[in-house]
């Protein structure tokens, strides 16, 4: 028995099926591979170095106004505390500094940046030393282990998710468990 035109087009389907999506995979990084070059991994991985450092020379210099803006509204955070929402972070932060309380230094090291395949991601990861005055003016000092999720979003590197802790024991955590 001869198959008609239309049985054989159904027989056919799954194959083609199988092709367009194989195909459609072919263009996608195996195994996390970039799909950028050397240099344009290069070249991200400054930018974004260049990012934290206007990021962090902010919170240092405590330009409160510059600084947050380098958040993106939907940020999720882990401090020592605990899961911090951007707004709660914002309100205790402004506190503390209304009460004379300021950052007296902030000094990044051991800056480490992985860029994402499609170089629209990247994570930053470091050391953070930060001495600071309290409202009554107690001054603390510590080191912390940072590492900032930054996307690109229209064109415009933003946090989205930070990771702020302690580095070992007996570190006094920051005002509000925030950096």
């Not at 919170?59 to 999720?76: K, Q, V």
């Not at 470091?126 to 510590?142: C, H, M, N, P």
Request: charged content about 25%; some cysteine.
């Amino acid at each position: 028995m001869r198959p008609t035109n239309s049985s054989a087009l159904l027989r056919l389907v799954p194959h083609l099926c199988l092709l367009l999506l194989s195909a459609a995979c072919g263009g996608a990084p195996k195994d996390g591979a970039s799909t950028l070059t050397p240099e344009e991994t290069a070249r991200i991985e400054a930018e974004v170095r260049e990012v934290e450092d206007r990021f962090n020379g902010a919170y240092a210099r405590n330009d409160m106004e510059t600084y947050w803006t380098f958040y993106d509204d939907d940020l999720t955070q882990w401090m020592d505390s605990g899961r911090l929402s951007l707004e709660r972070y914002r309100r205790d932060w402004t506190a503390m500094l209304e009460a004379g309380g300021a950052v007296l230094e902030a000094r990044m090291e051991d800056l480490q940046v992985m860029v994402s395949p499609a170089g629209d991601a990247a994570v930053a990861s470091y050391r953070l030393i930060v001495r600071l005055r309290d409202g009554q003016g107690k001054e603390t000092s510590g080191t912390y282990h940072e590492s900032d999720t930054w996307f690109r979003r229209d064109g415009q590197w933003k946090v989205v998710h930070l990771h702020y802790s302690a580095a070992g024991g007996g570190q006094t955590p920051a005002p509000g468990g925030a950096p």
